[in-house]
């Protein structure tokens, strides 16, 4: 008896465009002997096959078990169909009508294969620097819309060679319908331009490679913006790139020829090792050698070092003739968003760059590098933007109406939340000024439009100054919800872990608007999505001079030494009191007099108080530096702490840097000092947390906040929390900084929506 013939719709969804998983189905259902078709639709991959009924659900199973690298599977539908008697099986064109559901994929690091050809004289790409196929290359920095094809990308205006044509059409090819495909014949093209915007006659890459070993900076175009580059041993090309990008001590990232280039610098393992070589190709902190051959001005006085290993063909044609690392960083001025125009490069780079190796394959959506720490083993996201943006984080439970959260100020995001997904929009940087505003919006419109999302509801942080909440507040939207800074940060966490509360929630960072009209920023609390209630927080001080006390962080050390010893502060013998004692009259008058000195319970603050002490960092020049460089001095042997008690409702950090200083007096190295404050304010936040479960019966506890960055503090808290039995969640998917708090705004305003159908 011949087998029953099926016929079966299935319908994929989640991350199933633009990563070769039309071919990928092609090539299972010929294999198998199945007719029918596949095609992109605007809800993801529309397959339909006709075959033995066994046969058909051997397909179902393969299709999921082995999808190709870029694809992420977040469901399958099936339905039965009467039998058509196809003949083949084939791929029709897009269809683009009905709601949109699929998502764009992030761009993929140059996949083995094309790195090969790239550096074949034989193959036809010899030496191309757009390489690219169905499982690497440009995706959402390209996107116009969606679905994925390529009159929907900036690569429409590139007519395919016959040759490439050929490929693109052949299903045994790994180009079969790669969007991006282009060779030299067909493709865009590079050339190296003056400041001036004269061409450099030459060959492009050997011309730059030779500017970068005289010492010069060149601004190269990558696949979401411009980078700046230098010769990554030469200490005069680093200290001028530093003064021309008015970036004085935060630390550059290095890029290296290969694994075995970063293996000369820091200590890989492993797993480090899988993730500098993902599609995803981030910028990797690890724990630097000390033989490492690298100017001290790429990360002075930092044991740590941003590595990233090159992403695309340009950034392997340029380290391979180069043998040796480049600083790679964000092609802005300080403080400014990255350009990705060539026009706007020219003019914002006029003064840091040399040259500019530049392309005609203009980019859409400007995205930075992600960054992420790697520490015994498992990853710890700072920046999440090119190789993760804008992949959706699937939520256990659903957006009951399409929620835009409009994010914070300092690391910015913003968040959409639709259905069972929360799409994270790449990295903005700060909103400081018109052109970071500028960016924030019209990747708000990009995102919003080519997912047909139109927010009903709009999410924002209640500080009354940031610029987004003035953003939100001013939106043609009419149920507007403020969610405070760290109840956001809580429930940010949550949802990174897929969970709801209630837990106690522990965020721990520099500056957030309390609910009180103080600042908060060192906080216990009992929480779920909806609600919160404040268990503890850190002994307020006065912020002298508010914006000022967070870049000269000796004020805060003033502040504190006063709080804990009054006039007896200038009589300690230590040399930050004798350098700065005689600054401190008008500071501490206007703390005592409230004058622009708002109450806070800042843990950024209260590092920053330690740094000072500590003759670390009296004037910051980057967001978080005293925090960062107290943890990167502190010796991580030292398993003692100093004593910081807790109250009613109170951690006291004054007794803590009283203890600090005293130590410091008595000649304790600063090395140690600093290592029992980090120990002394993780248990004294345990302690805290052990109340507020015998308050509130909680036994799990999510830490959030740019604090938890700090992996000393992380792990003696953690170490302190599961040793008496607490559950601790921390951050996998989303930074614990500020830049997960747009996630956390969503899903607040999504409860509160809850609550009140």
Same mark, same amino acid.
């Given at each position: 008896?011949?087998?029953?013939?099926?016929?079966?719709?299935?319908?994929?969804?989640?991350?199933?465009?633009?990563v070769?998983?039309?071919?990928?189905?092609?090539?299972?259902?010929?294999q198998?002997?199945?007719?029918?078709?596949?095609?992109?639709?605007?809800?993801?991959?529309l397959?339909e096959?006709?075959?033995?009924?066994?046969?058909?659900?051997?397909?179902?199973?393969?299709?999921?078990?082995?999808?190709?690298?870029?694809?992420?599977?977040?469901?399958?539908?099936s339905?039965?169909?009467?039998?058509?008697?196809?003949?083949?099986?084939?791929?029709?064109?897009?269809?683009?009508?009905?709601p949109?559901?699929?998502?764009?994929?992030?761009?993929?690091?140059?996949?083995?294969?094309?790195? /090969? #050809?790239?550096? !074949? *004289?034989?193959? =036809? $790409?010899?030496?191309y620097?757009?390489?690219n +196929?169905?499982d @690497? &290359? %440009?995706?959402?920095?390209?996107?116009?819309?969606?679905?994925?094809?390529?009159p929907?990308?900036?690569?429409?205006?590139?007519?395919?060679c016959?040759?490439?044509? /050929? #490929?693109?059409? !052949? *299903?045994?090819? =790994? $180009?079969?319908?790669?969007?991006?495909?282009? +060779?030299p014949? @067909? &493709? %865009?093209?590079?050339?190296?331009v003056?400041?001036?915007?004269t061409?450099?006659?030459?060959?492009?890459?050997?011309?730059?490679?030779?500017?970068?070993?005289?010492? /010069?900076?060149?601004?190269?175009?990558?696949?979401?913006?411009?980078?700046?580059?230098?010769?990554?041993?030469?200490?005069?090309?680093?200290?001028?790139?530093r003064?021309?990008?008015?970036?004085?001590?935060?630390?550059?990232?290095?890029?290296?020829?290969?694994?075995?280039?970063?293996?000369?610098?820091?200590?890989v393992?492993?797993?480090?090792?899988?993730?500098?070589?993902?599609?995803?190709?981030?910028?990797?902190?690890?724990?630097?050698?000390?033989?490492?051959?690298?100017?001290?001005?790429?990360?002075?006085?930092?044991?740590?070092?941003?590595v990233?290993?090159?992403?695309?063909?340009?950034h392997?044609?340029?380290?391979?003739e180069?043998?040796?690392?480049?600083?790679?960083?964000?092609?802005?001025?300080?403080?400014?968003?990255?350009?990705?125009?060539?026009?706007?490069?020219?003019?914002?780079?006029?003064?840091i760059?040399?040259?500019?190796?530049?392309?005609?394959?203009?980019?859409?959506?400007r995205?930075?590098?992600?960054?992420?720490?790697?520490?015994?083993?498992?990853?710890?996201?700072?920046?999440r933007?090119?190789?993760?943006?804008?992949?959706?984080?699937?939520?256990?439970?659903?957006?009951?109406?399409?929620?835009l959260?409009?994010?914070?100020e300092?690391?910015?995001?913003?968040?959409?939340?639709?259905?069972?997904?929360?799409?994270?929009?790449?990295?903005?940087?700060?909103?400081?000024?018109?052109?970071?505003?500028?960016?924030?919006?019209?990747?708000?419109?990009?995102?919003?439009?080519?997912?047909?999302?139109?927010?009903?509801?709009?999410?924002?942080?209640l500080?009354p100054?940031?610029?987004?909440?003035?953003?939100?507040?001013g939106?043609?939207?009419?149920?507007?919800?403020?969610?405070?800074?760290?109840?956001?940060?809580?429930?940010?966490?949550?949802?990174?872990?897929?969970?709801?509360?209630?837990?106690?929630?522990?965020?721990?960072?520099?500056?957030?608007?309390?609910?009180?009209?103080?600042?908060?920023?060192c906080?216990?609390?009992?929480?779920?999505?909806?609600?919160?209630?404040?268990?503890?927080?850190?002994?307020?001080?006065?912020?002298?001079?508010?914006?000022?006390?967070?870049?000269?962080?000796?004020?805060?050390?003033?502040?504190?030494?006063?709080?804990?010893?009054?006039?007896?502060?200038?009589d300690?013998?230590?040399?930050?009191?004798?350098?700065?004692?005689?600054?401190?009259?008008?500071?501490?008058?206007?703390?005592?007099?409230?004058?622009?000195?708002?109450?806070?319970?800042?843990?950024?603050?209260l590092?920053?108080?330690?740094?000072a002490?500590?003759?670390?960092?009296?004037?910051?020049?980057y967001e978080g530096?005293?925090?960062?460089?107290?943890?990167?001095?502190a010796?991580?042997s030292?398993?003692?702490?100093?004593?910081?008690?807790?109250?009613?409702?109170?951690?006291?950090?004054?007794?803590?840097?009283?203890?600090?200083?005293?130590?410091?007096?008595a000649?304790?190295?600063?090395?140690?000092?600093?290592m029992?404050?980090?120990?002394?304010?993780?248990?004294?936040?345990?302690?805290?947390?052990?109340?507020?479960?015998?308050?509130?019966?909680l036994?799990?506890?999510?830490?959030?906040?740019?604090?938890?960055?700090?992996?000393?503090?992380?792990?003696?808290?953690?170490?302190?929390?599961?040793?008496v039995?607490?559950?601790?969640?921390?951050?996998?998917?989303?930074?614990?900084?500020?830049?997960?708090?747009?996630?956390?705004?969503?899903?607040?305003?999504?409860?509160?929506i809850?609550?009140?159908?």
């Amino acid at each position: 008896m011949a087998p029953e013939t099926v016929r079966k719709r299935l319908r994929v969804r989640g991350t199933v465009q633009g990563v070769g998983f039309r071919p990928y189905v092609y090539r299972l259902a010929t294999q198998l002997g199945l007719t029918g078709y596949v095609l992109n639709d605007p809800g993801g991959v529309l397959i339909e096959i006709e075959g033995a009924e066994a046969v058909a659900a051997d397909f179902a199973v393969r299709l999921t078990s082995s999808p190709p690298p870029l694809s992420m599977l977040t469901g399958v539908e099936s339905e039965d169909l009467a039998p058509q008697g196809s003949a083949a099986f084939e791929i029709l064109a897009s269809e683009n009508r009905g709601p949109l559901d699929a998502p764009i994929s992030a761009d993929a690091a140059t996949c083995a294969a094309c790195v /090969a #050809e790239i550096f !074949d *004289p034989a193959e =036809r $790409r010899y030496r191309y620097a757009f390489t690219n +196929c169905t499982d @690497c &290359g %440009p995706r959402y920095t390209i996107a116009t819309a969606i679905p994925y094809d390529r009159p929907n990308t900036t690569m429409s205006s590139f007519s395919m060679c016959p040759e490439c044509r /050929a #490929e693109y059409d !052949d *299903p045994s090819d =790994r $180009r079969f319908h790669a969007q991006p495909i282009a +060779c030299p014949r @067909c &493709g %865009p093209r590079l050339k190296l331009v003056s400041p001036r915007g004269t061409t450099i006659e030459g060959d492009p890459v050997a011309c730059t490679t030779a500017m970068l070993r005289e010492g /010069a900076i060149v601004a190269v175009k990558g696949l979401g913006g411009y980078h700046l580059a230098c010769d990554a041993r030469n200490d005069d090309a680093v200290a001028t790139l530093r003064r021309r990008k008015a970036r004085e001590e935060k630390p550059l990232a290095v890029m290296v020829p290969d694994i075995e280039g970063a293996r000369k610098l820091v200590h890989v393992t492993a797993s480090a090792e899988a993730l500098l070589v993902s599609s995803h190709a981030p910028i990797v902190l690890l724990p630097r050698l000390a033989e490492a051959e690298l100017s001290d001005e790429v990360a002075p006085r930092n044991r740590y070092l941003g590595v990233i290993l090159p992403y695309t063909p340009l950034h392997h044609l340029l380290l391979a003739e180069l043998g040796s690392p480049i600083v790679l960083t964000s092609g802005n001025v300080s403080e400014e968003p990255m350009a990705f125009d060539d026009r706007e490069a020219q003019t914002r780079l006029k003064g840091i760059a040399d040259a500019f190796l530049t392309h005609d394959r203009p980019i859409r959506t400007r995205c930075d590098d992600s960054v992420v720490r790697h520490e015994d083993g498992q990853s710890f996201p700072i920046r999440r933007s090119r190789g993760y943006a804008p992949a959706p984080l699937m939520m256990t439970k659903r957006f009951h109406r399409a929620v835009l959260a409009a994010g914070p100020e300092l690391k910015h995001t913003f968040c959409l939340g639709s259905g069972d997904r929360a799409i994270i929009s790449h990295h903005i940087g700060d909103l400081e000024n018109f052109e970071a505003m500028e960016a924030f919006t019209d990747a708000v419109e990009h995102l919003t439009a080519i997912y047909q999302v139109e927010p009903e509801v709009v999410a924002y942080d209640l500080h009354p100054e940031y610029l987004a909440s003035k953003w939100a507040m001013g939106l043609d939207i009419e149920e507007k919800i403020g969610v405070q800074h760290h109840h956001a940060h809580v429930a940010s966490c949550l949802a990174d872990n897929g969970r709801r509360g209630p837990v106690i929630g522990v965020a721990v960072d520099g500056t957030g608007f309390g609910d009180d009209g103080t600042i908060w920023g060192c906080e216990v609390l009992a929480c779920d999505e909806e609600s919160y209630e404040r268990q503890f927080h850190l002994r307020e001080v006065p912020l002298p001079g508010a914006a000022a006390a967070v870049r000269q962080p000796w004020r805060m050390a003033a502040v504190y030494l006063d709080a804990a010893f009054g006039d007896r502060a200038g009589d300690l013998d230590i040399s930050f009191v004798r350098r700065t004692r005689r600054q401190w009259g008008p500071i501490l008058q206007m703390a005592e007099r409230g004058i622009n000195s708002p109450l806070a319970s800042s843990g950024g603050r209260l590092f920053d108080a330690a740094a000072a002490l500590c003759d670390l960092t009296e004037t910051a020049s980057y967001e978080g530096q005293a925090a960062v460089e107290l943890e990167q001095i502190a010796d991580p042997s030292v398993t003692g702490a100093y004593g910081c008690p807790v109250g009613p409702d109170e951690i006291d950090g004054v007794e803590l840097i009283a203890l600090l200083a005293e130590d410091l007096a008595a000649g304790r190295p600063v090395p140690e000092a600093a290592m029992l404050f980090h120990n002394g304010l993780a248990d004294a936040i345990a302690a805290a947390c052990g109340t507020a479960r015998e308050r509130t019966g909680l036994n799990a506890v999510a830490l959030s906040g740019g604090s938890f960055q700090n992996i000393l503090l992380l792990h003696r808290l953690r170490s302190s929390l599961e040793a008496v039995g607490l559950e601790v969640l921390v951050h996998h998917r989303v930074p614990p900084n500020d830049a997960g708090i747009s996630l956390g705004q969503a899903i607040v305003a999504n409860a509160r929506i809850g609550r009140s159908r």
